[in-house]
Structure formats: structure tokens, C-alpha cells
């Protein structure tokens, strides 16, 4: 370390907004969420604990406030007043979202997490020194923190179930932030694969646990730079873009028909997932 | 010098200072560490096994039984994860949050590792060897007559080794249980389309009307639906699918509707008759013995009777003439009350008047080896093993994938008849309240160290045999997998017989292979037919069309809506949650911990109680309530949950555990405990929702666990979770 | 007077800070003294001098003047290098592979242990020598395929970058130090991305990093290795 370093190279690791003097080349990750199709049944965070070493916390840690599902599914009845939801209700997949202009990044005091030049949200653990300010500015509440020597704990993972735990990943010990990553570890490995036959990644290699268990097929993951991925075409056919802070089609008068939309927007944190909305029939 | 003005503020802020300027100056040092942890290489081992590369196997999940293929990453000789096998017609590539936590059913902590014997109160470990002399003697002088065995729902080629061993024993007494089973829905589909469990299509339906079927959640084969109700929704000829649920309480899938109808609980059967009586109002022609049986349904008595507005009736039966096909499904309608079947009769009718039966509903396919085919369990099959425990006609009780002793209502009193046994073996994973109540607890390999073969009932195409093969060595030598063992037992009666099987695999390896023509091209060299089954994990066969007869029946008796008791004013529902189903994975802490998708709560159970009933009542969140019926009660925190009828309450099974392991002892009550006993009049099954019950506050309050988010639920105006109405949206323009 | 001594601890406290900064002196690679990790005892010996050690034993590098190595490539025991994260120790029946037929050494006592495992159908228990902390996944495979097979250079070289020069050594033992910084300073020169120049093969998106192929002065394509956090700690 230099104070050169310190104050030269800095900025080289964030990546700043937007994103139009330094696009994303070759891969931009995001992920598309059709909430009509999602049912709510909890597969997408249950394979999340299993590929990503997530620690168990137990029921009173949980009251706490201390859980660990870096996927959660929320909940939402419609809010109308009514004896009944009888439009039943809305489940949102909540995770990471891997924001362009993070509010997290910025006020990290040791740069433990950083963009990615492919646009992932990076959490360096072992940099992490547990200020939590990260998840103190997460508007989206996803940031999750190792209370406890959750490795070291009893019952989390008592004797053959270590055997469980997924090498790709670091498991993390007390004091450091956690969150989803997008399966950043299959990421990688796909990108190394890949490039022994000299190309990048296609659509479908790589998949995140959550879309691949996920049994509606509500989660599309890929690259939103490459014009043959679905997500890329999701996104365009809901004329969703990343740089935006409030849509075009948004402006339009008398709104439009489409469903896509992020959570948040008017935020700014640029968030690279799109939901779509949920439907219900009005004839009945 | 310092004065006496230099109090600990001050202190602290000149520790603070210098300690910020010398943690600026980072840190040198690495942790690698030198020579301290071992590199544990292979010995021999073959070439594609490389550290730090996955493997994939293909084998069966076996956390349910709709038979989903699975493939397990391995990597150094162990499983890490598992997926779905793309392959497999059934689920096709995807699986559910209950297949995903098998991996803590093969690794769970808790699992048997040995032969015990019982010992007064506790367990002796005991060898297989003793163990199998042991079975021998108790069995010696016993007649076929006094043996029974008891096991859940089975298939494959374990349920012909099982037929085989009682045939050895000379007895007919085998007994298969499914505490939660559609075993009142079988008999009506057999007596309304000529067969148990049709093939269903809700991706080829414009409208799906379900009758308490929870087919995203636990139904049949939710991961199946799941992908058809995906395109479903989509849309045939782009029009989305729409999505009407009938129950008493809010299943997932009910959380999923287009529209949910709150039916006072029973009455599915007279709202199916109304809606027939409405579409012969609106003008849908059907045979006329079925209007005149129709005709008393008119919808102002329908819609006092259910609770359902009579405009909603009115909707429903315009939009079903409309858009067809259509499917009507049917669930709890059918398994909750004593007049369950006709209740099922009348759902049943609705589909046929509504001409979905060869178009949505179609026949499915005759598994060509009855030996493999799969039998399901049912409660009545409960009752017959505990009438004769009670007079002391079974001297021999073997149980198999069954927990009899948590899952029975209480009033049954299986606990004390199943002491009446002389003898009792339990084939268990884990010491639960059956096991504990055995004499011989034999050990299991768990589904991913073992093989097997599993049918599952539900085909949606031509017929799949799943293949079950070990994804790793087994973790505790003294399991043993179910086949083995009955290839021991049968081979202790008939020595001569197998006597060319040195174990299950060989065993299961030659009866697949004498069948080869029916699967692949006879010609087919031995070796190359099997790795192919192997790698693949299914076998296709393709199965002849079991014949759809469709017959209508109009002459359905509904029972008028049940009078309110005044002395226990709640249907009880006990609700069947995906994740935990009849609570065979209590001790699996991911299910424990992933929260119920409709009231976000974890670890524990609760009560649902309407939030104008529990005004009415006095009842807030968190307050505990015993919930009494005739036969025992139970406490459990109150959840106020708007998607329930506010005669009914509800609480999960699953969760109450007395034994099991450290993540379900403990944790939640059980409902199953306090059934009233109550029968479907025409099939003897157990209704589920003809519990009644009082409740009353205990005095105590807690903090409901729960998943809500800092919001409870609500978004406050901004735009989280958004919805649009059909009529605003269009769909054709989406990739 | 405590505002005095509160200005005073700070000053120190920054003269402390920013005297360790110059103590290091900026970017440049730690300089790779021999012998850097401590001698790790092996439950066998093993002779890396014999097996990919020079053979000439006139060659004045050769380890043991009085016998030859037989210049094994690195790559045929660990063979996983080149094929995943983790370089690897060989599976037992590598060893045994040569060994089960060179009768001249059968009856030393090391040979005789290593049959001993062997029988006994038990792994050698090796103690790990270059070991990242978990938090770290280096990957092997992406360093042999740019350096050996892309660029040509010979193995013992490639190798002997990272792990020091084990064909003198027996057992091996650490010889840089691993840090990050180490790892960083290798990463930020500007490497030739093409063995023979020119633009490298696949397009410019094989060679994916935060810092992409650029010409420089001479014409030739050069790059930087990853610097993205995420490369290695996830």
C-alpha cells in the first residue's frame, strides 16, 4: 500500500454510473422475474441454502432479526380493503439486486464490496470487517450479516452435514457480510470453461440455483448484453433499460400495457433485476 | 498535567483517534497457513474423477412420491447438491424445495446407524446377523395370519420383493397408510372416468376450477403442474389461463388464483351444482337427468347455503361456457367430510357437463408390470391394522415409510394397540414415534445410497420407471437399503430362492434386463442397455391407454350445510404445506426454516383464525389459543389470516413432534392428535376437515416468528409488488 | 491541555500509519527469497529432485551429482492442473503405476512404505505445503493453459513461478511467499497475451478482465491479469 495507490487506483474499482463510457463487454448479468408465473412455493430459496452454505439459523435467532435466506419470498395481500384476498396474494422473490449504483458500495470503510466489471455486486468476506453500514443503506434489505460463528455453532451443520457444504464457495465465519451473489461460483466456473474453447458464455450455460430449480420457471438469469439471451430480449420487449432512473415508457401518457418494471427505481439504485407484474383476470 | 476535567468521553475519543491512524496502515501478513491441514488424494480411482470437478449422477428423489428425477452433483466422492433431470417427462428438469432438502435427509445428523434392540426404555445396538436370528424366532410358530405389515405408498421392484417376502410368510396382511392421501378422489375418478388418477392437462385449459386441489403446493405432482400452470398462464391462443379456487382455506395455489371463493366448509359439492344449475341458465346444453338433478341448485340457495355471492356464480359459469376447454379439479372437497365423495360426484359431474373429460382430463397409461406398479396408500388401511392390534389378532407388526403412532388421531389409541404385538420391527431412517415404539429398529440406507426403481402414480406420459442409484458410498456402514434386506428375509424362509442374487443391485440389474425388449431394441448388448439406464436414471415404456369411461351421475344426494355446533362452533382444517406435508421431514432444518408461503412463519405452528373472527373473539396475533375437540387439545399462537372462512380455523401438520431428531422434537403441535373420527361414508377414509373445535385463550402471548418484513406485509403506496388486470395487459407482444 | 494530548496522539498515530506505507515500497513484486516457508515433514520423503530432476549429472543445476533425475513433466502426477482449480496430489496408484515394476528400488525403505499405503488400500496422509486460506479460490488450470499451453513456456518454468524450483528440491517446500499482494503484483504487469503476437485468438472477449488487450508501444497485444475482486474471493 502507497498513498499513491490509495489515491490514484481507487476509483478503478468501483464501477461508476452510468454506464455508457464503460459498457458492459462481454457479459452484464441480470435476471428477470415474471411474478405472474412465480407461485410462491419457496424452491428458489430452499436450493439457495443448498448451493450457497447457508447457514441454518434456528427459530430464536430468527425472531431476532438474524436470518440468513439470502432468497426470500415475501408476501403481499392486496391491499383493498376486503374481508377476503380473493385475488389471492403476490409473491415477490427478493434477492441481491445487484444495483449499478449500489447504495452499499459506496459506503463500505474497507471496500469489501465492489461492481464487477460484468455487473455483479462483489462481497469480498474476508475484507469484510462488519461495519454493516452496507445493509443499513440497502433500500431492498438484502444484505445479510454472520452474527454468529455460524460454522462453530451447534446443530448447524453437526456431523455429516459439513459433508453437504458446498466447496465452490467460501463458508463464512462471524463478523462478515453475506448476500446473493447470483451464483457468482457457477459464473466463474462457466466463464473458465468456456474459455478453453476460446469463446464467451451462451445463453443457458450458467444458470443460478434459484432459476434452475425453480419449477414455473418464473427466474430468467443471463446476460443483458448479449442480443440472443432471453433476458436481454425480456428486457427489451418490457423496454426496461439499466441506465434509466424512470423508464421511457413510463412517461408515455396513459401508461402502457406492458408488465415490466424494477423495484425501487425512483431510488436510482439501477437495480439489474426486472420483475413483471403479477396478472389477474378481470372478467372474473 | 492532565486535570480533573479528563473524564471517560474524553478518554474514549482519543482512543478512537489513534486508533483510526494506525488501522490506516493495513496489514502485511498472509494467512497462508504452512503444513497444517492434509491432503487426503485418492487411492485408486477412476479417470473422470478429478478434484475440484463435479460429477452428475441421475437417481429418483424420494422426499414424495411423484417421482421426480433428480441429478446429484458429486464431487470427491460425495453429493453437494441435487437438480432435476431434463430428461424426465415428470418434472423435466426442475424440482420443489422438498426434493432439494433430500440432501439433509441422506446427511441428517439424527438417522439411525445401526440395529437396535429394545432394552427396557432404551435402544441396544445389535448386528445384522443377530438381528435377522432374531426376526427368524419371532416369527417361528407364528401363522401368515398374524403377521401384518404396514407401509406408506410403494413401487418398484421393493414392492414385488416385499409381495414376495409376505408370500414366504404366507400372509395377505399388507397394509398401505398414507396419513395425506387423495384416496377419496381415486374412488370418484374410478366411478366417474373409469380410472384412479387421470391424466390432467391445465396447460390445454383456458380455465382451471379447483375444487381445493393444491397442485402448486402438495397435490398429486406439484412439480409437474407447476411447469403447466407456467404456460397455463401464458396462455392458449394467447388468451391467459385463468385460475378459480374453491376451499375453505387459502392453499398456496389459492394464493395464486385469479379469483379465491371462500366456501363455507363442506358445501364444494352444492357450489359445483349451482354452477351446473347456472350454466343451464346461461344456456350450455347437457343431458337432461343432469339439469333436472341441477335443478334445485338455483344460485340464491347456493349461494346461502356456501357463502358464495351469487354473482360470483353467475361469473364463474359465463366464463366456463365461455372459454373451453376448461378442467375442473378436485382436492379437499373430496377428502374433508363424511359426504365427501359426493361432493366428489358433483365436482366430477362439472367436468363432464362441461365436456373437459378427452380434452384437459385424459385417460393415462396401464403400467405393463403390475408387480412394479405402484400401490397408494389410504387412512382406511389404518384403521384395519388398528382394529386388529386392538383384538390381539397381529402377533407380528413390521412398519415401512410409515409413522403411524404421530400421524393417527389420537381417539384411534394406535400407541397402546400397537404394544398388544408381541413382536414389532420397524424399517426406519430415523428413531421416530413408531420406532420408538418397536422392538427391532432396523436401519435404512437413505434414498441417494441406495437403489430401487419407483413408479409414481401420476404419468403424464406413457409411463416412467424412475431409477434410483447411490450418489456415494453409504455414510454409515450399518445401514442397509430396504431391498437387501428383504432379499435377506425372503432368503431365510426359501434359501433356494434368489439364491443366484448376491444383493438387491443384481437382483434389480437381471429383472431389468429380462425385460430389455420392453424398453430398448433386444438386440441391445446387456451392458450397454443397463449403463444407459443407469445414466439416464429413467426407463420409458410406453403403455397401453387405460380406457377413459366417462359416465356421468346425476344421482348426487349433497347433504344440507352442516348446523353449527354450539358447543364447538370451528371446522377445524388441518393444512397440508408443501414443505411438510404429513411430517416426515420435520427434521430436515431447511424445511423447518423456510418460511409457510401464506403466513411467513418458521420453526412452529399457529392457528388461523379470520381477522374479523378474532375481533369478534378478542383474539390478537400471537395469543395463544387451545384448540379443543372431543378427542384432545392443543395450543398454538393465533395468526390472524384473511384467507380462511371465518367458521374455520386452521393449523399445519406436520410440525409436533415427540421424537424424530433435534430440528423436530419440539418444535409446533400436532393436529393429527386431535381428529374427531369421522368417515367418508361411501370409502371409510378419514375426513380431514370434520374436526370440530372450541377455542380459548390461554392467557399467555408470544412473538409470532414469522418472515413478514419490516412492513408486515404492506406497501405503504410504493410499488413493490405490482399487479395488473388482465384487460390492461398484453401478453402476445412477451418473449 | 487533554486538546494537546489528543493532537498529539493523532499525529503519532499518522506518522506510525504512513511510516509503515513507506515502508513498502510501491507495486513492485516482493522480492522471492529462497526457503521463505518452513521444511514441512512428509510421511514419505518424496524425491521431487529424482523424479523431475535434470538428468545429465555432469549439468552443474543437476540437484544430486551422483544420480540423474528423470525429468518427469510436472503435468504427469499432477495431472488436475491442467484440467481444474486444484493442481492435486496423484491418486496412489500413479506411484505404484511406475513403481509396481522398477525392481532396483523395491527394497528401500521408502518404496516399501509407499507399498505399505498401498496394500493397506489407504491414501498417504501428505501435508498441504501451498495453502491459500478458504477464502481464496486460485485456479490452476486458467495459469497452464495462457502460460504453458498458449504461450509456449516450458513447464518447469511455469511451475516454478509460483511453487520455486522443485526439481532440486525432495519434498517440496514453500518458496514465494502467496500473499495477494504477490499474486497482484504479477497480475498488474503487462503480459504478451499472444504467443506470437497480434491480436489473441477467440476475439478480445476470451481474454475477459477488468483491463482489456491493448497494443502497446512495440505493436505487440498485452494485458493485465484480473484484478476483479470477485475473480478470487467469492
Known amino acids: 500500500m502507497s498513498v499513491s495507490n490509495l489515491l490514484e487506483n481507487w476509483a478503478e474499482f468501483r464501477h461508476t454510473h452510468p454506464v455508457n463510457d464503460v459498457p458492459h463487454d462481454p457479459y452484464k448479468w441480470a435476471m428477470s422475474i415474471d411474478l405472474d408465473a412465480c407461485t410462491g412455493c419457496n424452491a428458489c430459496s430452499v436450493a439457495c441454502y443448498a448451493e450457497n452454505n447457508i447457514p441454518v439459523v434456528g427459530r430464536d435467532k430468527f425472531q431476532h432479526g438474524q436470518v440468513m435466506h439470502w432468497m426470500r419470498i415475501e408476501r403481499y395481500w392486496p391491499e383493498d380493503g376486503r374481508d377476503f384476498p380473493d385475488q389471492g396474494a403476490t409473491f415477490l422473490p427478493m434477492m441481491c439486486q445487484q444495483c449499478e449504483a449500489a447504495p452499499c458500495e459506496t459506503v463500505c470503510p474497507v471496500g469489501a464490496t465492489n461492481h464487477t466489471a460484468d455487473g455483479l455486486n462483489s462481497q469480498a468476506y474476508n475484507r469484510c470487517v462488519g461495519s454493516r453500514y452496507c445493509s443499513a443503506n440497502c433500500p431492498f434489505k438484502v444484505r445479510y450479516f454472520n452474527w454468529y460463528d455460524y460454522p462453530t455453532t451447534e446443530n448447524v451443520w453437526p456431523a455429516e452435514m459439513t459433508q453437504q457444504l458446498n466447496p465452490d464457495i467460501t463458508l463464512r465465519s462471524k463478523g462478515v457480510m453475506e448476500k446473493c451473489t447470483f451464483c457468482v461460483q457457477r459464473i466463474r466456473a462457466g466463464e473458465r470453461a468456456v474459455k478453453n474453447e476460446g469463446r464467451i458464455l451462451r445463453d443457458g450455460e450458467v444458470q443460478t440455483a434459484c432459476q434452475q430449480v425453480c419449477p414455473s420457471g418464473a427466474i430468467t438469469f443471463g446476460n443483458l448484453v448479449d442480443p440472443e439471451s432471453k433476458v436481454h430480449q425480456k428486457w427489451k420487449a418490457q423496454r426496461v433499460e439499466l441506465n434509466a432512473d424512470e423508464q421511457e415508457k413510463d412517461k408515455e401518457e396513459g401508461g402502457t400495457d406492458l408488465r415490466g418494471y424494477r423495484i425501487l427505481e425512483e431510488l436510482r439504485p439501477y437495480p439489474s433485476v426486472m420483475y413483471m407484474e403479477r396478472v389477474r383476470e378481470s372478467a372474473i | 498535567m492532565i486535570d480533573n476535567n479528563f473524564d471517560r468521553r474524553d478518554f474514549l475519543k482519543v482512543l478512537g483517534w489513534g486508533g483510526a491512524a494506525v488501522a490506516l496502515s493495513g496489514c502485511g501478513n498472509t494467512s497462508v497457513e504452512d503444513g497444517k491441514e492434509t491432503v487426503v488424494s485418492y487411492v485408486e480411482v477412476a479417470e473422470y474423477v478429478a478434484p475440484g470437478i463435479s460429477v452428475y449422477f441421475n437417481s429418483t428423489c424420494a422426499q414424495c412420491d411423484a417421482g421426480c428425477s433428480i441429478s446429484g452433483r458429486v464431487r470427491e466422492g460425495r453429493v453437494l447438491k441435487l437438480e432435476g433431470n431434463p430428461d424426465s417427462v415428470i418434472n423435466r428438469g426442475k424440482m420443489c424445495g422438498l426434493g432439494q432438502a433430500g440432501v439433509q435427509h441422506h446427511y441428517n445428523p439424527d438417522r439411525v446407524r445401526e440395529p437396535l434392540l429394545r432394552s427396557g426404555d432404551k435402544g441396544e445396538a445389535i448386528t445384522w446377523d443377530k438381528a435377522y436370528t432374531l426376526i427368524a424366532e419371532k416369527l417361528n410358530g407364528v401363522s401368515g395370519d398374524q403377521i401384518d405389515f404396514l407401509t406408506g405408498s410403494i413401487s418398484g421392484h421393493t414392492k414385488a420383493l416385499l409381495g414376495n417376502y409376505l408370500e414366504s410368510l404366507s400372509s395377505k396382511n399388507h397394509f398401505v397408510y398414507e396419513a395425506v392421501s387423495p384416496a377419496v378422489q381415486r374412488a370418484a375418478n374410478m366411478k366417474s372416468y373409469g380410472m384412479e388418477m387421470p391424466r390432467f392437462s391445465i396447460n390445454k385449459a383456458k380455465v382451471v376450477l379447483s375444487f381445493g386441489a393444491d397442485f402448486l403446493g402438495a397435490w398429486v405432482s406439484p412439480v409437474h403442474f407447476s411447469q403447466q400452470y407456467a404456460e397455463f398462464r401464458k396462455g392458449v391462443d394467447g388468451k391467459r389461463g385463468v385460475l378459480v379456487q374453491v376451499e375453505s382455506k387459502m392453499t398456496l395455489t389459492g394464493a395464486n388464483a385469479d379469483r379465491w371463493l371462500a366456501v363455507r366448509p363442506g358445501t364444494e359439492g352444492i357450489l359445483a351444482m349451482g354452477i351446473i344449475n347456472a350454466l343451464g341458465v346461461a ?153 420408538l415404539q418397536a422392538d427391532l429398529v432396523l436401519p435404512l440406507d437413505s434414498a441417494l445410497e441406495d437403489w430401487g426403481t419407483l413408479v409414481a402414480e401420476y404419468q403424464p406420459e406413457g409411463v416412467q420407471i424412475s431409477v434410483q442409484q447411490p450418489l456415494m458410498e453409504k455414510l454409515h456402514p450399518e445401514t442397509r437399503g430396504m431391498g437387501d434386506i428383504l432379499l435377506a428375509l425372503i432368503k431365510q424362509r426359501q434359501p433356494d430362492a434368489y439364491k443366484s442374487f448376491d444383493d438387491y443391485y443384481a437382483y434389480l440389474r437381471t429383472a431389468m434386463l429380462k425385460n430389455k425388449s420392453e424398453f430398448a431394441n433386444s438386440g441391445m448388448d446387456d451392458d450397454v442397455f443397463w449403463n444407459g439406464v443407469l445414466s439416464s436414471g429413467i426407463i420409458n415404456v410406453g403403455g397401453n391407454l387405460n380406457k377413459l369411461n366417462s359416465k356421468p351421475d346425476s344421482s348426487i344426494k349433497l347433504p344440507a350445510p352442516a348446523e353449527q355446533d354450539a358447543k364447538y362452533p370451528f371446522t377445524l382444517i388441518p393444512s397440508v404445506t408443501a414443505n411438510l406435508r404429513d411430517g416426515r421431514h420435520a427434521n430436515q432444518p431447511w424445511l423447518q426454516e423456510s418460511p409457510d408461503p401464506l403466513t411467513t412463519i418458521v420453526w412452529d405452528s399457529w392457528v388461523e383464525i379470520h381477522p374479523k373472527k378474532a375481533a369478534e373473539l378478542g383474539i390478537v396475533e400471537g395469543d395463544i389459543i387451545a384448540v379443543e375437540s372431543k378427542n384432545g387439545a392443543i395450543n398454538a399462537q393465533a395468526y390472524l389470516f384473511p384467507g380462511i372462512h371465518p367458521d374455520a380455523v386452521s393449523i399445519p401438520l406436520g410440525r409436533g413432534h415427540e421424537a424424530m431428531g433435534r430440528y423436530a422434537k419440539g418444535y409446533g403441535v400436532n393436529p393429527f392428535q386431535i381428529l374427531d373420527r369421522v368417515f367418508d361414508e361411501e370409502t371409510g377414509e378419514l375426513a380431514m376437515h370434520e374436526t370440530k373445535v372450541k377455542l380459548s385463550k390461554v392467557g399467555k402471548r408470544v412473538i409470532v416468528v414469522k418472515d413478514e418484513g419490516f412492513a408486515g406485509g404492506a406497501q405503504h403506496g410504493k410499488k413493490i409488488a405490482m399487479t395488473k388486470s388482465s384487460d390492461q395487459v398484453d401478453l402476445s407482444e412477451e418473449v | 491541555m487533554h486538546r494537546f494530548i489528543r493532537f498529539s496522539i493523532l499525529l503519532m498515530g499518522l506518522f506510525a500509519a504512513s511510516s509503515s506505507y513507506s515502508a513498502d515500497a510501491a507495486l513492485e513484486p516482493l522480492t522471492t527469497a529462497d526457503d521463505l516457508g518452513p521444511a514441512i515433514e512428509q510421511p514419505i520423503e518424496f524425491p521431487h529432485n529424482r523424479h523431475a530432476g535434470l538428468r545429465n549429472p555432469n549439468d552443474p543445476s543437476n540437484s544430486d551429482p551422483l544420480k540423474g533425475g528423470m525429468e518427469i513433466n510436472c503435468m504427469y502426477c499432477h495431472t ?103 499474486c497482484v503484483s504479477c497480475h498488474e504487469k503487462d503480459h504478451v497475451v499472444a504467443a506470437a503476437g497480434g491480436m489473441p485468438v477467440g476475439s478480445q472477449a476470451y481474454w475477459y478482465s477488468f483491463k482489456k488487450p491493448a497494443l502497446n508501444g512495440a505493436g505487440v497485444a498485452v494485458a493485465k491479469g484480473p484484478n476483479d475482486c470477485s475473480s478470487c474471493h467469492y
Open chain 3, 80 to 182: 488436475y492442473a491442467r484440467r481444474g482449480s486444484v493442481a492435486g496430489i496423484p491418486p496412489l496408484q500413479k506411484c505404484i503405476g511406475c513403481h509396481q515394476n522398477i525392481e532396483s528400488v523395491r527394497e528401500t525403505p521408502r518404496i516399501k512404505k509407499l507399498f505399505e499405503y498401498w496394500e493397506a488400500k489407504k491414501p498417504v496422509p501428505w501435508k498441504k505445503v501451498h495453502d491459500l486460506p478458504d477464502f481464496v479460490r486460485f485456479n490452476h488450470e486458467r495459469h497452464i493453459k495462457r502460460f504453458v499451453f498458449q504461450q509456449n513456456r516450458p513447464v518447469q518454468e511455469v511451475c516454478g513461478a509460483c511453487h520455486g524450483d522443485v526439481k532440486t528440491m525432495t519434498v517440496a517446500r514453500r518458496q514465494k511467499s502467496l500473499a495477494m499482494g504477490w
Open chain 2, 283 to 435: 344456456g350450455l346444453s347437457m343431458p337432461s337427468n343432469v339439469q333436472e338433478a341441477a335443478k334445485p341448485y338455483d344460485k340464491e340457495r347456493v349461494s346461502k347455503d356456501t357463502g358464495v355471492t351469487t354473482e360470483s356464480i353467475v361469473k364463474l359459469a359465463a366464463i366456463l361456457k365461455e372459454r373451453t376447454p376448461s378442467l375442473v379439479l378436485l382436492g379437499s372437497a373430496a377428502e374433508g367430510y363424511a359426504h365427501g365423495s359426493q361432493n366428489a360426484a358433483a365436482i366430477n359431474l362439472l367436468n363432464q357437463v362441461l365436456g373437459n373429460v378427452g380434452k384437459t382430463l385424459e385417460a393415462s397409461a396401464a403400467v405393463p408390470f403390475p408387480q412394479i406398479a405402484p400401490t397408494m396408500g389410504n387412512t382406511a388401511a389404518l384403521r384395519m391394522v388398528n382394529n386388529r392390534l386392538a383384538d390381539g389378532q397381529t402377533k407380528v407388526l413390521f412398519t415401512y415409510a410409515t409413522n403411524p403412532v404421530f400421524t393417527s388421531p389420537a381417539e384411534l389409541k394406535f400407541k397402546e394397540n400397537m404394544a398388544k404385538a408381541n413382536f414389532r420391527v420397524a424399517f426406519a431412517h430415523y428413531l421416530d414415534e413408531t420406532a
